[in-house]
């Protein structure tokens, strides 16, 4: 099974491991799991920790790296991820989740997120 995992998902992988449910820790954990991460995501880090936001605070570089050096696969951003976006619902206002939403839908990937807002989208998403 492969599997998108948003961007709190991948801190909390990253640096804060407690904070998974004993349910994302097994998927990420067991070896026939494809774990995947956007590089929306690394952006989404890059910025808001440059903007002082405590829930990223993390070197986008650093986080990267260990997620490559741990077997994540990186998910390119490409037109028609970016085209899918302007026929989602309006359920959710940030750019990078409405953005992961959409790689989810076009790329056939189940998004595993901790927020439930982005969960009310249709298609492959997963609140965990």
Known sequence: MRFLLDTHILLWAA???ER??????DLIEDPGTELV???AS??????????????FRA????????LLENGYVELAVTGAHAARVGVLPPIHRD???????TQALVEG????TSDSIVA?????????
């Open 59 to 66: 070197d986008p570089s650093l986080l990267r790296r260990g």
């Open 15 to 17: 640096g804060m491991p």
């Open 109 to 112: 990937i189940t998004l595993l």
């Open 95 to 101: 750019p990078f989740d409405r953005l992961l939403v």
């Open 37 to 39: 991460f956007s590089a």
């Open 20 to 25: 998974l449910s004993d349910e994302v820790r």
């Open 120 to 128: 009310r989208y249709p298609g492959p998403i997963r609140a965990i």
């Open 42 to 55: 690394v952006w989404e880090v890059a910025i808001k920790s440059s903007l002082g936001r405590k829930d």
